[in-house]
């Protein structure tokens, strides 16, 4: 039986939405501003679909963002809870999700730079996550060990982004040795063991730029791969009565997704077309998966993806998810924009 949430569990998943603001592409073109956010901060979303207001449409999330809010309020009120549930030993994951171009990398990785350990205001989840993570630590004064692996999916297929072999492929198998909560195995995957928030960051930095350099060789490649941070917590606790130490284990996944319009689109070449086909399918099953866990379904479809397989004991069950739906603001994305708030709005 798979980690299916049932009576007593909670299926916690958290919807945002984050509008970022005109690029210079979207003025240039004078496309107009058709999506308004309620407030820096609010939990409504609307859409100008016409002429006039008879037209609009609007959504509610958990939380709505205008491009007026920064990285750090995101942090803040979106990451920052779901960083306590992990301290606590529980398997998190957060998604950007989105069209390409809307900032998903922008949202989970941001600048990376740090200046004398301090991180730039443009900081995206990922690098506030790592300085949070140890500064708990350190305040906490326990014995810990903290590991982190970066993988890519692209095609169905699974790479190491930590690994110096760069065409190496990971297989992903069933983990039998763990009762209860199912979960999977990834053959052959790095982990690196991490002392301080700078390695963390110093690991995303060299596996991004990895990724970078071959998606310069293969265009679609960033659009159209997925990429997943895992972090790791091992932490030495002690129960109620000061005594009898244990080990809290808990995992979060920061996953950067492909472009949402791989979902419905699919290149003319045959070839292409295959490839779409493929990024469809964890894009898809991630939906249906997703869709599953708020329905309450006795069959939750983790294996028919590569992407919920790898993520399947961090999500339903007793852990905490949360997707971060990115959009353009202007006219000419509307049709995307509407999609991706359709599929956001599925999973709340
Ligand atoms: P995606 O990963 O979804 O394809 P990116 O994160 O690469 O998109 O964002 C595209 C561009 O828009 C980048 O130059 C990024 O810095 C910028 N951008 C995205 N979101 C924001 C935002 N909220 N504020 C400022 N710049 C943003
Ligand atoms: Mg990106």
Known sequence: ????????????????????????????????????????????????????????KSYTFDRVYSPAADQNMV????????????????????????????????????????????????????????????????????????????????????????????????????DASRKGHAGTLVQGMEEKHIKNASEGIKVLQDGSLKRQVAATKCNDLSSRSHTVFTITAYVKKTNDQGVDDFISAGKLNLVDLA????????????KRAAEAGLINKSLLTLGRVINALVDRNSHIPYRESKLTRLLQDSLGGRTKTCIIATISPAKANLEETISTLDYAFRAK
Do not use: W
């Open 75 to 174: 942090f803040d009120d979106t990451v920052k809870p779901i960083l306590d549930e992990m301290l606590a030993g529980y398997n998190c994951t957060i998604f950007a999700y989105g069209q390409t171009g809307t900032g998903k990398t922008y949202t989970m990785s941001g600048d990376m730079s740090e200046t004398l350990g301090m991180l730039s205001g443009e900081a995206g989840i990922i690098p506030r996550v790592l300085h949070q993570l140890f500064n708990k630590l350190e305040i906490d004064d326990r014995e810990h060990c903290v590991k982190c692996s970066f993988i890519e999916l692209y095609n169905e297929e699974l790479r190491d982004l930590l690994s110096i072999d760069e065409s190496a492929k990971l297989k992903i198998y069933d």
């Open 259 to 270: 472009g949402s319009e791989n979902i419905q689109r699919s290149g003319a070449e045959n």
């Open 1 to 56: 039986v798979s980690g299916v949430s049932g009576g007593s569990e909670e299926t916690n998943i958290n919807v945002v939405v984050r509008c970022r603001g005109r690029n210079q592409r979207e003025i240039k073109e004078n496309s107009t501003v058709v999506v308004q956010a309620d407030g820096v901060k609010g939990k409504a979303v609307g859409l100008m679909l016409g002429p006039n207001s008879l037209s609009n």
